[in-house]
């Protein structure tokens, strides 16, 4: 597998000649190369690009300021979340808020571009409503502040009146009129929009962008008064201001290192006929436990060499983790960040210790994180199925297998299903065919099956047993019309084979 380097144009020159030597170099997870890049371009003559610094780009856990440096290496069994905080020195345009938009177009290739992390950054404390801002007059004084409204007062006295009229239910001699204007809203309740609204995350709770300011004033350097004039000098914002996020290549650089085309934009923005104020700020972009990757996390956490597990099971709200032997010492730390990086859609997180070595096909599990409930609802090709992992058997990758089955079965078929576990092959063929006969040996299985049956209202249709396959097979197909049942499904890898002979007796 090799892995292909998108480079942005505005790192390359124009180029008419060039020349590439690379020699593979062999890795764990994928194939590397090392390489130099030579060109000959209309800026000069001959240009030679290392590649090694082009490739480290962008965030990375590798990359920044750590907040907590752990001394002796993560616990095996404790997740400390701080240590995944990164703080990077980063360039930012603080520019009026009504120009942001138009700016971040023209200036959108030398911008951040980071995963999401927006552009553009909100300065805190700078902002003003506008309906507030109508009950000031728009001079304002020689602090910066605005003047308050003569008419004020009279709002002020217009609200106390209102309220004194109205109460909380309405207009108080028309008690009705709250119920006849405004309907009753449902409101969601429930554990599942609790949940989903606990789950949300807010850009606030992964990211956080702060200006760096050295004795309340911005030194010299890092204005733009040398590009554009001593008349665009800020030292103080009045209104609202957004903060352009420059790429990571200009951080702690003065306002002359800027790329050519950003001055040459700002120029042009000055020569118009109205006059607006840029300053170049230094700001510490932080970024949090819940912004990384999942694998990006394991990554870093896991010791150098270990194959990151990248993949698990979802049976409704369980995360079904297979790990290998290698990763079992820290398979703790594994669920707890697989726990944090999915959830509200898991919320429970299990690893299989054994292979399945009973009648029943029940996997013992070992629930590593979140709540210890093994009870779930899944939800396969539109119908639902409640499952008990701990007790009865399901394999969500078959489910393709089960959809293609069932889009062979004819409308007048007469379908049995020999070890039909809790239903999912059963009561999704019992929606299109005649009849089903559903069997399993496990109890729980059969109990489970009766419930989804119940819940998918098809209780007419399938007909479920809890005895061996043969005897199921002997009762079904010994009657006196064979030819009856049309379809027999026998899901069972191991033994499937032996239950052949007892069909041909039958039969035969």
């Known amino acids: 597998m090799v892995s292909v380097l998108l480079i942005p144009s505005q790192l390359l020159p124009p180029l008419h000649k060039f020349s590439l030597n690379f020699q593979p170099c062999r890795a764990i997870t994928q194939t590397k190369f090392n390489f130099k890049f030579s060109c000959t371009s209309s800026f000069n003559s001959f240009s030679t690009f290392d590649f090694n610094a082009i490739i480290d780009y962008g965030p990375s856990l590798s990359k920044g300021q750590k907040l907590i440096e752990l001394e002796e290496g993560p616990d095996s069994n404790y997740l400390v979340k701080q240590s995944f905080t990164r703080v990077f020195d980063i360039a930012a345009l603080r520019v009026p808020a009504e120009e942001c938009h138009a700016l971040q177009a023209r200036l959108k290739g030398h911008l951040l571009n980071w995963p999401r992390i927006k552009n553009i950054a909100r300065v805190s404390g700078d902002d003003i409503d506008e309906h507030i801002k109508e009950l000031f007059d728009q001079k304002e004084d020689e602090n910066g502040v ?46 599942g929009s609790q949940e989903r ?14 200006v760096v300011e050295e004795n309340g004033e911005t030194e010299e350097d890092e204005d733009l008064t040398g590009l554009l004039g001593d008349d665009f000098r800020v030292k103080s914002w009045k209104g609202p201001t957004r903060l352009l996020l420059l790429d990571e290549r200009h951080a702690k650089k003065a306002a002359s290192e800027l790329p050519q085309a950003v001055q040459v934009l700002l120029r042009e923005d000055t020569n118009q006929s109205r006059k607006i104020k840029y300053e170049l700020v230094q700001c510490k972009l932080t970024l949090f436990y819940d912004y990384w990757r ?58 299989k210790i054994d292979a399945i070595q009973n009648d029943y096909r029940t996997m013992q599990l070992e629930v590593l994180a979140g709540n210890h409930s093994l009870v779930t609802t899944v939800v396969e090709n539109g119908i639902r199925f409640q499952v008990d992992l701990a007790t009865v058997y399901w394999n969500s990758r078959l489910g393709t297998e089960r959809q293609r089955l069932i889009n062979s079965f004819k409308r007048g078929d007469n379908v049995c299903d020999v070890f039909s576990g809790v239903g999912p092959l059963a009561i999704a063929a019992a929606k299109k065919v005649n009849r089903v006969y559903a069997n399993d040996l496990n109890p729980f299985a ?48 191991n033994d499937a084979a032996e239950y052949l002979v007892s069909i041909g007796d039958q039969v035969g």
């Open 146 to 191: 605005f003047a308050r409204n003569e008419n004020m007062d009279d709002l002020l006295r217009e609200r106390v009146e209102l309220a004194n009229k109205f109460n909380s239910r309405g207009f108080i001699h028309f008690k009705k009129l709250a119920q006849m204007s405004r309907p009753k809203v449902k409101k969601r309740t429930g554990q």
């Open 197 to 210: 609204a606990k789950g949300r995350r807010n850009k606030d709770e992964y990211a956080t962008i702060e």
């Open 294 to 351: 999942m694998d990006e996390v394991l990554e870093e956490l896991l010791p150098k060499g270990m194959v990151v597990p990248s993949s698990y099971e979802l049976v409704g709200h369980i995360a079904h983790l297979n790990l290998r032997t290698e990763h079992l010492p820290h398979r703790r730390l594994i669920a707890q960040v697989v726990f944090d990086k999915n959830r509200p859609k898991v919320q429970t997180v299990v690893n």
């Open 446 to 493: 059969v109990k489970y099956q009766l419930k989804n049956i119940a819940c998918n209202k098809l209780q007419g249709k399938v007909e479920v047993f809890n005895k061996d396959g043969r005897e199921l097979i002997k009762e079904i197909l010994g009657r006196e019309n064979p030819a009856f049942v049309t379809q027999v499904v026998m899901n069972l890898p």
